[in-house]
């Protein structure tokens, strides 16, 4: 599977922006989908997951309320819709694919390149 994730850019603070991720391969269906992003100087985190159907998702507490994971299975695309912005989002985002429904980054056996995100206060 390769991921292709894109959307990304600058944005002030309460604005909106939607990710998109494009994976190859017949087999999309089976690999649950994760948002995770990454802060200068700060570790990989967890930001978003959706099943293999889409129907159960499960968000960070950071973002919960403010940020949908949505996929088309018949694309082969993952989204991410980012609303309410705020500097603290600010990082590199990357969509990854896998055979398990987690929040564990050592779980996902592909990753995307990475997409910027910079909120501006």
């Known amino acids: 599977v390769q991921l292709q994730a894109s959307g990304g850019g600058l944005v002030q603070a309460g604005g909106s922006l939607r990710l998109s991720c494009a994976a190859s391969?017949?087999?999309?269906?089976?690999?649950?989908m994760g948002w995770f992003r990454q802060a200068p100087g700060k570790e990989r985190e967890f930001v978003a997951v959706?099943?293999?159907?889409?129907?159960?998702?499960s968000y960070a507490d950071s973002v919960k309320g403010r940020f949908t994971i949505s996929r088309d299975n018949a694309k082969n695309t993952v989204s991410l819709q980012m609303n309410s912005l705020k500097p603290e989002d600010t990082a590199v985002y990357y969509c990854?694919?896998?055979?398990?429904?987690?929040?564990?980054?050592?779980?996902?056996?592909?990753w995307g390149q990475g997409t910027q995100v910079t909120v501006s206060s």
């Open positions: 959706i099943s293999g159907s889409g129907g159960i998702t």
């Open positions: 391969g017949r087999t999309f269906s089976r690999y649950a």
């Open positions: 990854a694919a896998g055979p398990s429904y987690s929040s564990n980054s050592k779980t996902y056996d592909y």
